[in-house]
């Protein structure tokens, strides 16, 4: 840019640029950015204050004010409600707001319980047999509002389904018998096998857990709130009811018992 500046006066900037190959635009902004810096440090000046700015006592009244016993639960525009009630005017909700931002008070004020911090499921499995995925599902039955219920057991190392069943309901009595079922026919040693679920109620019954404590086999459930904790149940179910042959609806339950037999196999 330097060379432009010593030739645009006396051959002028359009030629200039020309014969340098150098855009004019370019020439422009860096001259406007080069007066700008050197003019920045004499423009700038402090702010006046507002005429109408709260003087440090009145800061302090609406501080002490917000703060009190009184009004330490409630929200501004209840504190500002509560006040003009009572004849009293000590700024305006904006105000308020303000006030409580620069003290860093503008969250959730009162005293809530929280929930704990819980640990996401670690899910690894190195051999067969070591960690097991179950879940629920709904299909569809024949008539608007109808559904079948399918519990699957699905081994998360090999992804073969060790057990599953298809019922008129949901019970934690039928997810009992199946998992008990199933441990006996795959022949589950004590204490070596890990049931993973998500926080159904069936998963978390009573039943279910203390037939798990008969079985000695550990229990892992996912995170509140949280809908990818059971992932492998999850893309299992996804992957049966997005193939091309599964059916919109089921006739009956017996052809959805001979469509899952035909898919599982």
């Not at 949280?226 to 992957?239: G, L, R």
């Amino acid at each position: 840019m330097g060379a432009v500046n010593i030739l645009a006066p006396e051959v002028g900037l359009e030629r200039a640029c020309a014969a340098l190959r150098v855009n004019r635009s370019t020439v422009y902004r860096n001259d406007a950015r080069r007066r700008h810096l050197t003019t920045l440090p004499a423009t700038l000046s402090s702010r006046p204050a507002p005429p109408l700015a709260f003087s440090d006592t009145e800061r302090q009244a609406l501080q002490a004010a917000l703060c009190c016993e009184r009004f330490v639960d409630c929200a501004p525009p209840t504190i500002y409600a509560t006040l003009l009630d009572d004849g009293i005017y000590l700024g305006s909700v904006r105000t308020m707001y303000r006030l409580l931002a620069s003290d860093g008070q503008v969250r959730e004020r009162r005293n809530q319980l929280t929930h704990p911090a819980y640990a996401k499921p670690e899910l690894l499995a190195t051999d067969p047999n070591e960690v097991w995925s179950w879940d629920i599902t709904k299909i569809k039955g024949p008539v608007k509002w109808t559904y079948f219920h399918l519990y699957v057991i699905l081994d998360i190392f090999s992804r073969y389904v060790v057990g599953w069943m298809i019922a008129l309901r949901e019970s934690s009595e039928l997810a009992e018998q199946l998992i008990a079922d199933t441990v006996v026919k795959q022949s589950i040693a004590p204490g070596t096998l890990i049931l993973h679920a998500d926080r159904g109620t069936s998963m978390r019954s009573k039943v279910v857990a203390q037939m798990l404590v008969d079985l000695e086999v550990a229990k892992s459930h996912s995170r509140p709130y949280v809908s990818d904790d059971n992932p492998f149940s999850e893309a299992h179910f996804k992957t049966l009811k997005y193939r091309p042959d599964f059916p919109e609806r089921f006739g009956c339950i017996e052809d959805a018992r001979a469509h899952c037999q035909q898919f599982f196999t």
